[in-house]
T-cell receptor
Framework: EDQVTQSPEALRLQEGESSSLNCSYT??????LFWYRQDPGKGPEFLFTLYSAGEEKEKERLKATLTKKESFLHITAPKPEDSATYLCAVRLLQGAQKLVFGQGTRLTINP | DGGITQSPKYLFRKEGQNVTLSCEQNLNHDAMYWYRQDPGQGLRLIYY???????QKGDIAEGYSVSREKKESFPLTVTSAQKNPTAFYLCASSIAAALSGNTIYFGEGSWLTVV
């Protein structure tokens, strides 16, 4: 069964304290891996797409990386405004019409 | 502004009622989707449509219905057959469903509560 698991479920950091969020996947074939940011009561906001192992993408304090089994979202020197839930999703080779989502990591950055 | 507009933001449904959630996009996207989000669970696909006048069931289609009469619009009806409809509903769209890696963009969501 295709599965996406994110860890940790919740993470609390101090402002400036760097860390990483993990997204591991067990799928029959990967067409792409997506990261989204979701604020409370809002729709997910697209951050990155990664297509192949070894690929990296950066945006401000965020950097996403991909291996054959997992993806990491690294956050460097975070600020309180980075607090949100971060969602990982994979698009499968078969049935490419949908995304399979993980449960998300709720990130809180304390000032 | 280009984007995906969902309405209403908040909706209350009485037992036995059907309700319809609206989704309109002006991104000229071919594919549209409906997802459901429950606390502690990942987003789950209800229905998707790759082209006008065509749609397919997702993983949790029971108790829901959709139509795609226009490219811009993909309304979702939550019927009385849906036993646990209280959730956050998200509409999304992409350039084309089947092309490799096309990003799916989301609307702001609609909260449905059964009273």
């Amino acid at each position: 069964e295709d599965q996406v698991t994110q860890s940790p479920e919740a993470l609390r950091l101090q402002e400036g304290e760097s860390s990483s969020l993990n997204c591991s996947y067990t799928v029959s074939g990967l067409r792409g891996l997506f990261w989204y940011r979701q604020d409370p009561g809002k729709g997910p906001e697209f951050l990155f797409t990664l297509y192949s192992a070894g690929e990296e993408k950066e945006k401000e304090r965020l950097k996403a990386t991909l291996t054959k089994k997992e993806s990491f979202l690294h956050i460097t020197a975070p600020k309180p405004e980075d607090s949100a839930t971060y969602l990982c999703a994979v698009r499968l080779l078969q049935g490419a019409q949908k995304l399979v989502f993980g449960q998300g990591t709720r990130l809180t950055i304390n000032p | 502004d280009g984007g995906i507009t969902q309405s209403p933001k908040y909706l209350f449904r009485k037992e036995g009622q059907n309700v319809t959630l609206s989704c309109e996009q002006n991104l000229n996207h071919d594919a549209m989707y409906w997802y459901r989000q429950d606390p502690g669970q990942g987003l789950r696909l209800i229905y998707y449509s790759q082209i006008v006048n065509d749609f397919q069931k997702g993983d949790i289609a029971e108790g829901y219905s959709v139509s795609r009469e226009k490219k811009e619009s993909f309304p979702l009806t939550v019927t009385s057959a849906q036993k646990n409809p209280t959730a956050f509903y998200l509409c999304a769209s992409s350039i084309a469903a089947a092309l490799s890696g096309n990003t799916i963009y989301f609307g702001e969501g609609s909260w449905l509560t059964v009273v």
